[in-house]
């Protein structure tokens, strides 16, 4: 990875706590580079307008950059359409849609709702309460040691009484980088959709969804050096035509009467209110940014990044390392525990020589149940991270493990 393009990265040019520091939390949110900073200033000093309802310069220009994003979108994940492109708040607000939607719709007593014990609460929790809501009954599928997926357990999960399987692509604790095509066609074997939390996925790997011939898709642009408060929800236009919107107002609605209205066509009927404009262009920014870098030499790099951290992490004696032992199986997340140390303790002794890392049940306490551990500390790269970092990281963690060797 080209060395310079940390420095797109302002944020990363400051001392914390007379350290330079060093950002291993890209996998809770990344940070921003410059042209990013730079859409996102233009767009509020030359263009800030609503959009669609105008006729003014501003707001036509305000619409034409809202509407562009769309169409990056579309491009970036290879969708069909710029209507199976729907912007939200982010990948929760995106599950929420569909758990509220599509399966309050489609699910009755008795169906089956399928996830893994790997999940982010966000795609855990809208099906607990849709499963209570429906009388349905929530399954997951069984992890193999390493925190892996087999199809063998996906087959043994999913049945014909399957209505709805839902999984992340790349998990936020274990670096895993789950099956998602293979489990969608089995999904779509026994007359199931695919649901893919992509929130991890979208950042670091080339997306194609007609590929993956996943039904619903959702990252957030946070993750992927854009703006917070975006989010994308990608459906198969069929389903999303099928589906009604869960939340209600203005800019979504085509005629309201005294007692009854009807709604606008894709995607606008499920975009309420004033949308997120300027996080739109912010992601479209993102995306630009990204593919002229080029998402496999992101993935290579992030493998890379994890091979080495795992190697040079493993020769400290008491740490250990959770999730896939083979890097190619992972993606730049590594996420371990020092013996007899609480991970919120490792996190601080970091944090004073300018590491940040991550600490606590990372959204994933079935996880941790699973993993027999109450929390984890992580370390997750990006495309701005180097082996320099990894090395101020084993450092941190030779000292912590010193610190608290002395005090014990």
Not at 12 to 33: C, R, W
Not at 125 to 135: N, S, T, V
Not at 380 to 392: C, G, H, V
Request: charged share 25%.
């Amino acid at each position: 990875m080209n060395p310079e393009i940390k420095s797109y990265f302002p944020i990363l040019n400051q001392e914390i706590n007379g350290h330079p520091l060093v950002y291993l939390d890209s996998a809770a949110t990344s940070q921003k580079p410059t042209p990013v900073i730079e859409a996102l200033k233009e767009y509020y000093e030359s263009d800030n307008s609503n959009v669609h309802r105008g006729v003014h310069t501003l707001g036509n220009r305000a619409t034409e950059k809202y509407e562009g994003a769309r169409e990056k979108v579309q491009q970036f994940i290879n969708a069909r359409s710029t209507q199976e492109i729907v912007f939200l708040r982010g990948t929760t607000t995106a599950i929420n849609l569909v758990a509220q939607s599509y399966g309050r719709a489609n699910v009755e007593e008795g169906d089956e709702i399928v996830i893994t014990y790997m999940e982010h609460h966000s795609n855990i929790i809208p099906w607990q309460q849709l499963a209570k809501e429906r009388g349905a009954v929530l399954k997951y599928i069984e992890l193999e040691e390493d925190g892996t997926i087999s199809l063998e357990n996906v087959r043994a999960a999913i049945t014909d009484r399957t209505k709805i399987v839902s999984m992340v692509y790349v998990s936020n604790v274990l670096g895993t980088m789950n099956p998602v095509k293979e489990v969608a066609k089995i999904a779509h074997e026994h007359g199931a959709v695919m649901m893919v939390d992509g929130a991890q996925a979208a950042p670091h790997l080339k997306i194609d969804v007609q590929d993956l011939d996943c039904d619903f898709f959702a990252f957030s642009g946070h993750k992927m050096v854009g703006p917070t408060g975006i989010g994308v929800l990608y459906g198969k236009k069929h389903l999303l035509e099928a589906m009604e919107p869960v939340e209600f107002g203005g800019e979504m609605i085509d005629f309201v009467g005294l007692y009854d209205s009807t709604w606008k066509e894709l995607p606008w009927k499920f975009e309420g209110g004033t949308p997120i404009i300027a996080g739109a262009v912010g992601l479209a920014a993102a995306i630009d940014f990204l593919q002229e870098i080029g998402l496999d030499e992101i993935e290579k790099h992030e493998h890379h990044m994890a091979a080495i951290a795992m190697d040079k992490m493993s020769a400290i004696e008491g740490l250990e390392i959770y999730g896939p032992k083979d890097p190619a199986k992972r993606a730049g997340i590594v996420t371990f525990n020092l013996k007899e140390v609480h991970p919120h303790d490792v996190a601080t002794v970091l944090d004073m020589s300018g590491i940040a890392v991550r600490a606590g049940h990372h959204c994933a306490q079935p996880l941790m149940k699973w993993l027999d551990v109450t929390a984890t500390a992580r370390a997750s790269f990006y495309l701005y991270n180097d082996e320099s970092d990894i090395d101020r990281l084993v450092e941190g963690l030779r000292s912590a493990k010193e610190y608290f060797s002395d005090v014990f």
